[in-house]
């Protein structure tokens, strides 16, 4: 008896059997950046002074007291600083996500909404980059960069 020759395997669509692009991982990682900065944020608010009576039984208490007072206010700063710096990276990110995702990883959408997508997509990054653009400026804008 001869071999019957194996038949190759059925072709499956890759853009259906992967779990996630880059622009998800983006996505993804913009919105923990984001859920971290909210966490300084959070911190930098809530975190309560030093109190004075706490230092009573110090030598000498009013310069001790400025001490923990001035670094209690270096601390505060330096998580308004990471919560500033975190929140614009994670918008970003979030921006930069959508945008690839509008445009690379989007071809299994129907054209409809990959175009609502991409004006989404160009509507938040115009009015993250930009401001005081009203609604008819940002279709000029457009108009002329399509032009």
């Not at 259906?16 to 996505?27: T, V």
């Not at 300084?40 to 208490?61: H, L, M, T, V």
């Not at 409809?112 to 991409?118: P, S």
């Not at 989404?120 to 993250?128: C, E, H, S, V």
Request: charged share 20%; glycine share 4%.
């Amino acid at each position: 008896m001869e071999a019957q020759p194996s038949l190759p395997p059925p072709k499956t669509d890759a853009t259906k059997s992967r779990p996630a692009g880059i622009s998800d991982a983006f996505i993804i990682c913009a919105f923990l950046i984001i859920a971290i900065s909210l966490v300084f944020s959070w911190e930098a608010n809530y975190d309560n002074p030093p109190e004075e009576e706490d230092f009573d039984e110090i030598w000498d208490p009013p310069d001790a007291y400025q001490d923990a007072l001035e670094e209690h206010q270096n601390k505060i700063r330096a998580y308004e600083g990471i919560y500033s710096l975190f929140s614009s990276v994670g918008v970003v990110m979030l921006v930069g996500g959508l945008f690839y995702k509008t445009v690379n990883d989007s071809n299994h959408l129907p054209d409809w909404v990959r175009v609502a997508m991409m004006i989404g997509a160009l509507y938040f990054m115009i009015r993250l980059f930009t401001t005081d653009l009203s609604l008819m400026d940002q279709l000029e804008l457009i108009a002329l960069v399509n032009s």
